[in-house]
């Protein structure tokens, strides 16, 4: 969508890591050293969809925690490079950065991860306190669920009337934090895991069924992502879209989802309807799949158009 220059930025709050991804050139094999390729890069949910909505032209400011090492420093550069302004992320000394080890079969899928995240706890209340003006400057927030449930406590007990809040799940472990905020949410893109976790109902329920009941706790548009069978997305004013995946190549999916995300805060600021957001965050997100690094690095307003058009009927 358009970039105004001289709007306030979005402001997301959550993780940065290094991703370290393995992936396998043969079939998987439990137990044994397969060839393949192995890749470092930016990575973060919070981070990823930072650099998303700063290349889709939104001006973009970062709330993380980074260690003192070698990888903060190329998490710094690769995101920098991107357009974020990191002005207001922590740097903590004499800590390691965290990191995110993935393990991805031929195909991208990922089969195994391990997440070292714990350094995202330095975003204390007390720290986010005192990055208040950042906050209440912003054209809307952003937050992962990685949270601490402390600062998330004290990000929605400062929610304003003025500043959308989007929110990412992250994993079903990590979105039950999100519970007790559902109705400060403006819009939550949850898998249908996370959305049964959220709601108390059965994974296997309608995603129809799920969306409302995530719009009757107080979210005001829900987007649920369904892997293969694309996202399903409603309003609570009952506007409905369903949008199925785009075939495309896939390289990796670590970043889409996040890609999915930015596009969907974008959109939302733009005021399009879901009929027209939908395609167009699907579009965002599969340059992603078709990228080795977390976000692809050619995404923009125009790469989008240029996707969306192929995959029209």
Known sequence: MKSEAKTPPI????????????????????????????????????????????????????????????????????????????????????????????????????????????????????????????????????????????????????????????????????????????????????NRIEAAALTGRSEDSPVEDLSRALHDLGVKRVVISQGRDGVWGSDADGDVFAQPIFPVSIQSVTGAGDTLMAALVDTYLAGLPLSEALPWAQAAASLSLQSSRAIHPGLCEAAVRSEQEAHKP
Do not use: C
Request: glycine share 8%; net charge negative.
């Open 11 to 190: 402001v997301v709050i959550g993780g940065a890591n290094m991703d370290l991804s393995g992936q396998a050139a043969v079939a998987m094999r439990s137990g044994d050293s397969l060839p393949g390729t192995v890749r470092a890069s930016a990575g973060g949910v919070g981070r990823n969809i930072a650099e998303a909505l700063a290349r889709l032209g939104r001006l973009t400011k970062l709330i993380a925690a980074l260690g003192d090492d070698g990888f903060a420093e190329d998490i710094v550069r690769q995101t920098s490079v991107a357009g974020v302004d990191l002005r207001a992320t922590l740097r903590v000394p004499e800590q390691t950065t965290s990191t995110y080890l993935s393990v991805l079969d031929s195909a991208g899928e990922m089969q195994l991860a391990i997440n070292d995240m714990d350094l995202v706890n330095a975003l204390t209340p007390k720290v986010l306190a005192e990055r208040m003006r950042d906050l209440e400057d912003a054209k809307a927030w952003v937050v992962d669920a990685n949270l601490s449930e402390d600062a998330l406590a004290f990000i929605f007990s400062n929610t304003q009337s003025n500043i959308p809040v989007f929110a990412e799940p992250v994993s079903v472990t990590k979105a039950v934090k999100l519970l007790p905020w559902l109705s400060r949410i403006t819009l939550l893109k949850p």
